[in-house]
């Protein structure tokens, strides 16, 4: 029997929420030269927060166990349950600028940059740290590095010209060391170590295309030295609620 609501993933809210099971199909499997059974169940899934329809496969064996409370201090094994959807919600959002918004500065790193943070997403750390190597060396070049320079003279550049400091120059080549590393050693980083790599290439992005245009609307918003903080909304006026006092009931007259 289909159960009619169960909890999921929703790729969309991003979070365990109550959906409804729209379509179930299993599948059992033995192994044939040992004994091992397993159970994977297939379902079309649809939130009930957003009515987001997704898939969802659970997979599950004889030899994955897994210890359950279910009391103050009793415990049971339980077959491991391990849960795969798609479209599968992200694990790297960037919160600094919109991919939109970088397209309308530079097409091409706004279109590089989405191919990486795609890979981050779908397991795939290899071609998500060429990607981000990638994704500076077209950023040092609208930044004024010559096309044809090494990675280490784009960064020292970029330092003479005042883009980056000397801090900042360290991290990025670790940035780059990272993508050459992947590229020509088959060097496969830890997810934490993709987002680590992706926020230090969106900082130097947010910095490059976007915060001058922030920090100029705030200036323009300041007001100068000597001049006076406007009122917002004004002062309030004052209220004589003294008719209103006198006809309260039981309220005491004035001697």
């Known amino acids: 029997m289909i159960e009619d609501v169960k909890k999921a993933l929703c790729p969309e809210c991003q979070k365990q929420v109550n959906c409804k099971v729209l379509h179930q199909h299993k599948v059992s499997w033995a192994h044939p030269d040992a004994d091992i059974q397993g159970l994977d169940v297939y379902e079309i899934l649809c939130c009930q927060g957003c009515d987001e329809v997704f898939f969802c496969k659970e997979s599950s064996n004889s030899e994955d166990l897994v210890d359950v ?3 103050f201090d009793e415990w049971e094994a339980d077959y491991y349950v391990s849960s795969t959807y798609w479209p599968s919600t992200p694990k790297y959002v960037n919160n600094a600028f ?4 970088l397209a309308r500065k530079n097409f091409e790193l706004s279109e590089m940059l989405k191919d990486s943070i795609r890979a981050a997403n779908e397991d795939m750390p290899v071609l998500a740290a060429i990607g981000i190597r990638t994704c500076f060396d077209i950023l040092s070049v609208d930044m004024g590095a010559a096309p044809n320079d090494s990675f280490a003279d784009k960064l020292e550049t970029l330092r003479k010209e005042g883009f980056i400091g000397g801090k900042q120059k360290g991290r990025l080549s670790v940035l780059i060391d990272a993508g050459s ?3 020509h050693r088959g060097w496969k980083p830890r997810p934490t ?4 790599l992706l926020d230090l290439l969106n900082g130097v992005i947010q910095e490059h295309y976007f915060l001058q245009e922030e920090i100029d609307q705030l200036k323009s918003k300041i007001p100068e030295k000597g001049g006076k903080v406007p009122k917002f909304g004004g002062q309030a006026p004052k209220l004589d609620l003294s008719a209103e006092y006198k006809n309260l009931p039981g309220l005491p007259s004035k001697t």
Do not use: C, K, R
């Open 69 to 71: 409370q279910v009391g």
């Open 98 to 101: 919109t991919l939109d918004s």
């Open 181 to 183: 590393a992947a590229a």
């Open 193 to 196: 170590a993709v987002a680590m």
